[in-house]
């Protein structure tokens, strides 16, 4: 089974501005395969969710590989995590999330 989507785009709109988070990407993603997108933090850290689900700490990546389709992360995250993949604009200098559902 393979999922594809193409020219993806994703944006985040306030009363004075709008953040686009995803500017039309390509992913495909075949089974067993594990994906995540990964902010513009110049691909040194993500923030990943806690296992309950209640918030998100920053924790710092390593990327390796890259083109303009994907990015292999080779150290810090574990398969399976979950990492946010919202806009990260407004939490640079922030380093937990707390969410609500």
Request: proline share 0%; net charge neutral; no cysteine.
């Amino acid at each position: 089974m393979t999922i594809r989507t193409e020219n993806l785009t994703k944006s985040f709109r306030t009363e004075e501005i709008e953040t686009t988070a995803l500017g039309g990407i390509d992913i495909e993603v075949r089974e067993r395969e594990f994906v995540s997108i990964v902010q513009n933090t110049g691909a040194n850290w993500v923030f990943v969710v806690d296992a309950s689900g209640e918030y998100a700490l920053r924790r710092d990546i390593r990327a390796g590989r890259r083109n303009n389709r994907y990015l292999e992360i080779v150290s810090g995250l574990e398969t399976g995590e979950r990492v946010i993949t919202s806009s990260y604009s407004q939490m640079t200098q922030v380093d937990r999330v707390q969410l609500t559902r």
